[in-house]
């Protein structure tokens, strides 16, 4: 069987700003799919699809974001697939493992007063503008508040305090489905690297979660043995 697997642009990304008082973040929650032999269209407006999906994708997601939330969305790119053509550039297409979206279509919010210049995100679709994939944003339109963010040097501040130094750490804002909510994470490399099991190098990473809504610490831990190459 062929695998369709998805390429995200990053779990995590170093803050903005100086060295050693990160200001700003910018997320991924985005990706984009190996088609094989076929390069997707990439899409820069949502005139770019056809009326009928336009119409379906944004009631959609006015009923899950809420009209204030949904207008600062701005689609940021993402794939366009034409059957036709990806049919005849890829002959093995029937034996791909997932189904095949016809859009994938990335969203960025931004919210400069709390330090995050962008957090991007991603919908799959079928061709009648179905919904294969949701967006991996919460149901803002039902809760208001899951769509306001404590400032992000605040958490940096938190994470200082909890003895991380800030200056050489990873940082992500994500969306917690299983918790509902969105959390800063911060992430510091806490022991020398050395070889891992089947290859490449390990590290133990220490990590504090901080609620992105409150503010407050959810959990801090270390994470031993995590592998990169």
């Known amino acids: ?29 985005a990706g984009w799919s190996s088609l094989g032999g076929y390069e997707a269209i990439k899409p820069t407006s949502l005139d770019d699809l056809p009326e009928p999906v336009r119409t379906r994708l944004v009631t959609h997601l006015k009923k899950k974001l809420g009209e204030p939330f949904y ?3 701005r689609l940021c790119g993402g794939q366009i697939v034409d059957f036709a053509e990806f049919h005849r550039r890829e002959p093995s297409w029937k034996d791909f493992e997932w189904e095949i979206f016809a859009y994938n279509l990335h969203f960025e919010f931004c919210v400069p007063d709390k330090g995050i210049e962008y957090y991007r995100c991603d919908i799959r679709m079928r061709a009648d503008g179905s919904v294969i994939e949701d967006i991996d944003l919460p149901d803002i339109a039902l809760h208001p508040e899951l769509g306001t963010f404590a400032p992000f040097p605040s958490a940096v501040q938190t994470a200082a305090a909890a003895g991380f130094d800030v200056s050489h750490c990873g940082f992500e804002l994500s969306y917690r489905s299983n918790e509902g909510r969105f959390i800063y994470s911060i992430r510091q490399v806490v022991s020398l690297d050395r070889p891992a099991v089947g290859g490449g190098r390990s590290y133990d990473v220490r990590t504090i979660d901080i609620d992105a809504r409150t503010g407050r610490t959810i959990r ?6 995590f592998s990169c190459w």
Not at 2 to 28: E, G, K
Not at 220 to 225: L, S
């Open 220 to 225: 801090i831990f270390t994470q031993d043995n």
């Open 1 to 29: 069987m062929r695998t369709l697997f998805s390429i995200p642009l990053a779990l995590y990304v170093a803050a903005s700003a100086a060295a050693d008082a990160p200001t700003s973040i910018r997320s991924y929650a």
């Open 71 to 73: 207008s600062s969305l």
